[in-house]
Structure formats: C-alpha cells, structure tokens
C-alpha cells in the first residue's frame, strides 16, 4: 500500500528565506506527483504537476523535483512572502489500472512566512 | 477553465438530519469524480469514486448507506450526508476529472452537525 509522507509538518521562516517542502513515498509506481496549496477553510491549488517520466516542473518562484526510483520530490520556493503561508500537499497518483485516478495525499506542511 | 463548484460552502445542522451537497464541472465534463473528508489538521481521505450513470465505489470502511452518492449527469455529482451526527462534522471536498485524468477540486463544504 503506497504511503506519502511529508516533512516537516510545521515549518516557519522569515520573508525572503527560500522554502524547501519535502515529500516521500514508498512505492514507486506513480503515474505522477502533484502538489497543491490549501489555504484555511479552502479547497485545493494545483501548484505543479509532474509526470513520472519528467524530472523536475516549475513555475515563477517554485520549483518541484521528483526522483521516482528514491521515492522522492522536493518542492522550492524562492524568496518567500507572506503571501506564501499555507498548508502544501503532495499527492501520488498509482500507475494504470491500480487505483485508477485515486490520488493518495500526505498529511501536508503547514508554512508560516513571517513579515 | 476547469472549474468545479460546491454547494452549499458551508451548512449547519441538527443531528439526526439529512444533509445534500452538490458538485459541479462548470465548464467541462467530467466522468468521473471523488469525494474527500478532511478533518482538521488532517489531510485529505478519498472517500467514493463517482461514475456519472452507475453506483459510486466507496473506500474501505465508509458507510454508503450513510453517504449516498449521486452522478446524475456529466456535470454533477452529490453526496447526501444521511442520519448525520456531529461526528459527520468535517470539510467535505470534491474533484472532478477533465480527459487530461488529471483532477481539478472543488472549495469544499464545511459541514457542521449540532
């Protein structure tokens, strides 16, 4: 049964520091990872997907690596803004057939960009 | 484009009371969609997979008589929250799938049952 961890689950930092959000998981037949941003009381924000054949995906100020054989992604956030505070997720989805489309979630990293 | 609504985004109600809420592809259509709990401070646990025209498959230990699930149309699913007791209180969170398979979410639903 797959698993995603994610570490650390608070983290703090001040503005301007570069975010690094880890994610692991112990099985590697993924079709892709992605990661989401929730704020409180809110659904999901699709941040950065990445297929299973790609290594890395990135957008503005985030980067996200994905390493299938370790079981792991990482996703970086340049110079941090209070903006940035929220809860981020990273969720695997399994290869075709098994589990068709079931995205398996971590219990998230809450961040807190103080000004 | 790909949006997916949720209605209501937020409900109270007394135990013992039934409770509706829908979900919405806006401007796709979706064959498929999940529905999520989460609890505070917890992630997201898929509870049933929506097929528009045919019963919901619903996760390990999820009551289906308790949570009814209804895909309807392309368009819309719903998840009656039946005999609901404050231990159904949650945030409640649906997803649809565009042809991409990949999932867009609704805001979710915050249910509380007093």
């Known amino acids: 049964k797959q698993e995603v961890t994610q570490i650390p689950a608070a983290l703090s930092v001040p503005e301007g520091e570069n975010l690094v959000l880890n994610c692991s998981f112990t099985d590697s037949a993924i079709y892709n990872l992605q990661w989401f941003r929730q704020d409180p009381g809110k659904g999901l924000t699709s941040l950065l997907l990445?297929?299973?054949?790609?290594r890395e995906q990135t957008s503005g100020r985030l980067n996200a690596s994905l390493d299938k054989s370790s079981g792991r992604s990482t996703l970086y956030i340049a110079a941090s803004q209070p903006g940035d505070s929220a809860t981020y997720l990273c969720?695997?989805?399994?290869?075709?057939?098994?589990?068709?489309?079931?995205?398996?979630f971590g219990a998230g990293t809450q961040v807190v960009v103080t000004p | 484009g790909a949006v997916v609504s949720q209605h209501p985004s937020w409900v109270i109600c007394k135990s013992g009371t039934s409770v509706k809420i829908e979900c919405r592809s806006l401007?796709?259509?979706?064959?498929?969609m999940f529905w999520y709990r989460q609890f505070p401070k917890q992630s997201l646990m898929l509870m049933a997979t929506?097929?528009?025209?045919?019963?919901?498959?619903?996760e390990q230990g999820v009551e289906k008589d308790k949570f009814l699930i209804n895909h309807a149309s392309l368009t819309l699913s719903t998840l009656t929250v039946t005999s609901a007791h404050p231990e159904d209180s949650s945030f409640y969170i649906c997803?649809?799938?565009?042809?991409?398979?990949?999932?867009?979410f609704g805001p979710g639903t915050r249910l509380t049952v007093t």
């Open positions: 401007d796709f259509q979706a064959t498929t």
């Open positions: 969720a695997v989805r399994p290869v075709w057939p098994d589990s068709w489309g079931k995205l398996q």
């Open positions: 929506s097929n528009e025209g045919s019963k919901a498959t619903y």
């Open positions: 997803s649809a799938v565009m042809y991409s398979y990949e999932q867009y």
């Open positions: 990445i297929q299973s054949s790609q």
